[in-house]
Nanobody, 113 residues
Framework: VQLQACGGGLVQPGGSMRLSCAAS???????MGWYRQAPGKERELVAR???????DYVDSVKGRFSISRDKAQRTSYLQMNGLKPEDTAVYYC?????????WGQGTLVTVSS
C-alpha cells in the first residue's frame, strides 16, 4: 500500500487546515491514523479511525481535530481547527492491520503568525 499525504503548509494560530491521505488501494479493513513529530520530540499518535468508524484522539487535540475516512475507503482526512503553535510538526498518515503497517511521506504543518 502506498500513501500520499497532502495539505500541509503555514497557518496562523486559530486557523484551520485539512490534511488528506490517499491510499493506492482500498484499505477498508485497516485502521487509518495520523501521527506527528515535532522537532526534538518523539512521533506521537494524533488520531485514528477504525474500519467501523470509531475514533481516538490524543488529549491535546480533542475538540479541535477530527479524523474521517471516505466511503471508498481509500482516503483519510484530518480536519484541524483552532490550530496552536504547539501543533507545529511533520504529520504522517498511517494505515495498519495486524503486522501490516504503512506510512505516508509526511507533510509539514507550521502554525505561526
Amino acid at each position: 500500500v502506498q500513501l500520499q499525504a497532502c495539505g500541509g503548509g503555514l497557518v496562523q494560530p486559530g486557523g484551520s487546515m485539512r490534511l488528506s491521505c490517499a491510499a493506492s488501494r482500498s484499505i477498508s479493513s485497516f485502521i487509518m491514523g495520523w501521527y506527528r513529530q515535532a522537532p526534538g520530540k518523539e512521533r506521537e499518535l494524533v488520531a485514528r479511525i477504525a474500519p467501523g468508524g470509531s475514533t481516538d484522539y490524543v488529549d491535546s487535540v480533542k475538540g479541535r481535530f477530527s479524523i474521517s475516512r471516505d466511503k471508498a475507503q481509500r482516503t483519510s482526512y484530518l480536519q484541524m481547527n483552532g490550530l496552536k503553535p504547539e501543533d507545529t510538526a511533520v504529520y504522517y498518515c498511517n494505515v495498519g492491520r495486524g503486522y501490516q503497517n504503512y506510512w505516508g511521506q509526511g507533510t509539514l504543518v507550521t502554525v505561526s503568525s
